[in-house]
C-alpha cells in the first residue's frame, strides 16, 4: 500500500470512462504519493455541481476538482457547470477547477496511443480510431469494453499520451483540445503549493 501524507483532493467524474481513467492513472504510480486521490462517479453531467457543492462544503478535502467532456460546442450543460463554480465561490475560478476533454475524454485517452484529434464525441464514430489504435470492436463503453480499454493504459504509454496532449489546445472552446496536462503536472509534483494557490482563490 502506498502511504499518503493527508493531501486529500476529490475529482467528481461525469461518469465511468472519466472515473475508470483516474483510477487507472492512479493504479500506475504516476502520481506524487503527496496526495490521496478520491474519485466520485457523478454518472451524469446533471448531477455534477451538486456532487461538487456537497464535497467542497464537506470539508473533507484539501481540493475538489471536476473531470467531464465539453461536447460539442462546447454545450450549454458545460458552459453552465463552469458558471455555476465561478457564481458558487463568487471568483472566476472554473478553468482552476474543471478538467476537461473536447469533444470528450476519449481524447486523452486515445493520445496514449497515438497523436489525433477527435471532432466528434459520438462513440459510433469514434469507434473506429478505438478498433484502429486499441484493438476494441464496436465499442460502446460497456463494462468489459472500458475495462480491456484501461488495460492498455501503462506507466509505458503515459509519457507519450502527454507528449500528444501538449500539442493540443488548452482553449475549452476549440475543438480537440484538453486543459488536463497543467493538472496532472501537479499532480505528479510533491510541491503542494498549487492546492494553496487554488484554495486562495475560493
Known amino acids: 500500500m502506498r502511504k499518503y ?3 486529500k483532493i476529490c475529482i467528481i467524474c461525469e461518469g465511468y470512462e472519466e472515473l ?3 483510477e ?3 493504479s500506475k504510480s504516476v502520481f506524487s504519493n503527496k496526495y490521496d486521490f478520491i474519485t466520485v462517479n457523478a454518472k451524469s453531467i446533471n448531477t455534477i ?3 461538487y ?4 462544503q464537506s470539508d473533507s478535502y484539501s481540493l475538489v476538482l471536476i473531470f467531464c467532456d465539453t461536447d460539442k460546442g462546447p454545450s450549454e450543460k458545460y458552459k453552465e457547470i ?3 463554480i465561478n457564481d458558487f465561490h463568487g471568483e472566476d475560478v472554473a478553468d482552476d477547477i474543471v478538467i476537461f476533454g473536447n469533444p470528450c475524454t476519449m481524447q ?3 493520445s496514449h496511443f497515438a497523436e489525433i484529434k477527435l471532432t466528434s464525441q459520438s462513440k459510433a464514430i469514434n469507434s473506429k480510431y478505438i478498433k484502429e489504435y486499441v484493438g476494441i470492436d464496436n465499442y460502446k463503453a460497456t463494462d468489459e469494453q472500458r475495462k480491456e480499454l484501461f488495460s492498455k493504459i501503462k506507466r509505458s504509454n503515459y509519457e507519450k499520451m502527454k507528449e500528444n496532449v501538449a500539442k493540443l489546445s488548452t482553449d475549452d472552446n476549440v475543438t480537440s483540445s484538453t486543459n488536463i496536462l497543467k493538472f496532472i503536472e501537479n499532480f505528479e509534483s510533491d510541491d503542494e503549493s498549487w492546492i494553496d494557490e487554488i484554495n486562495k482563490k475560493l
Open 108 to 110: 486523452i485517452i486515445l
Open 20 to 22: 475508470d481513467y483516474i
Open 5 to 7: 501524507k493527508g493531501r
Open 53 to 56: 457543492q456537497e464535497k467542497y
Open 49 to 51: 455541481i451538486a456532487r
Open 82 to 84: 463552469k458558471q455555476k
Open 24 to 26: 487507472t492513472l492512479k
